[in-house]
């Protein structure tokens, strides 16, 4: 994974035309939060909320590099693995689901006015799925022989494809703030979008 971020990196920057550097460059570092869901084939998905953030380095003022970084929590029911099939949460589910990517985004910026803007991304990012549910452990100090536990299930990492919009405005020359909604493309999963998440975003510009 390691190796093919690097490649991608490389081939990203010798894309652009050696004159795009003569232009003015920023770095922006931001924080987004927001909703989030899931959205694949566990069992009553429910949406939970998000937490991401992004370093990125303007080439000129439409071309950037991004090092990004997303984390989604959400719960469903697990029929599969545990033995309890009753709720433990307010929503109804048995089990919580934490989503983490982080990656490199090509993007593209498009001012509108001296102080709005529009960009998009796209890139490769690391998907990593972690899963917490009930299980039944036997106990000989306990009334009847077992009690239950909270298991994380084997951890599932794989490649994954995020695209991300953004619409920012600038209060100051240095403060920025807006909206940012995105997903994830898993061709692992079926349906492939893995991740929805959209919230406020700030971003600070250097």
Known sequence: MKKLIKVLFIILVLSFPLNTFSQERKIKL???????????????IQPGWNIGGEASFFINK????????????????EERRSIFFDSWNEKGNNAELTNINFGILAGYNQPITNRLNVSWQFGIAQFIEICKFPIR???PDVLYGWSHAVETSGT???????????????????????????????????????????????????
């Open 62 to 77: 439409n071309f950037f590099l991004a090092a990004h970084y997303n984390c989604g929590f959400g719960s469903y029911i």
């Open 156 to 206: 599932h990492y794989c490649v994954a494809f995020p695209s991300k919009f953004n619409v920012g405005f600038m209060l100051t020359q240095k403060l920025e703030i807006g909206f940012a909604a995105g997903f994830y493309i898993e061709p692992d999963y079926k349906p492939a979008i893995v991740g929805l998440y959209c919230g406020p975003q700030l971003n600070v510009v250097f």
């Open 30 to 44: 931001g924080i987004q939060s927001g909703w989030f869901k899931a959205n694949y084939y566990y069992k009553n």
């Open 137 to 139: 452990i036997v106990r």
